[in-house]
């Protein structure tokens, strides 16, 4: 399940650690440049997989960087796509109160256990 923006949780997974992330329609195509209903959609999408466990120390000295460095890319949005192999922290719930911005959002893989890397 992703939420408005990009922003949100996906549900853990099974034993297999296999997802299917779905894209939003919202975004449209940045292949093809078709336009979907967000004001952003012209814009091209670029996702980044974040490997995460037990990072909770870490997450926000990341996410900082991540704002500095795409805030001077234009025409262009990012999501980052946290996958939590299993944390034993508090990894998750720091990443759940990073704050989204208009153009770099995130959401969460958790995995049902530690997979390995």
């Keep these: 399940m992703v ?3 990009g922003v949100g949780r996906q549900p853990p997974l099974g034993n297999f650690g ?16 078709t336009a979907g209903c967000s004001r952003n959609a012209r814009k091209m999408l670029v996702s980044l997989v974040i490997p995460v466990l037990n990072e909770s120390d870490n997450v926000g000295a990341l996410w900082a960087r991540l704002r ?19 944390s034993t922290d508090d990894t998750v ?6 704050p989204a911005g208009e153009k770099l959002t995130w959401i969460v893989v958790s995995l049902s256990r530690n997979f390995g890397h």
């Design 3 to 5: 939420a408005d923006r």
């Design 93 to 98: 719930d720091r990443i759940d109160a990073l």
């Design 18 to 33: 296999l997802a299917t992330l779905m894209l939003d329609p919202t975004y449209g195509n940045p292949m093809t440049g």
């Design 68 to 86: 500095d460095v795409t805030a001077s890319l234009h025409d262009t949005r990012f999501e980052a796509v946290f996958v939590d192999d299993g």
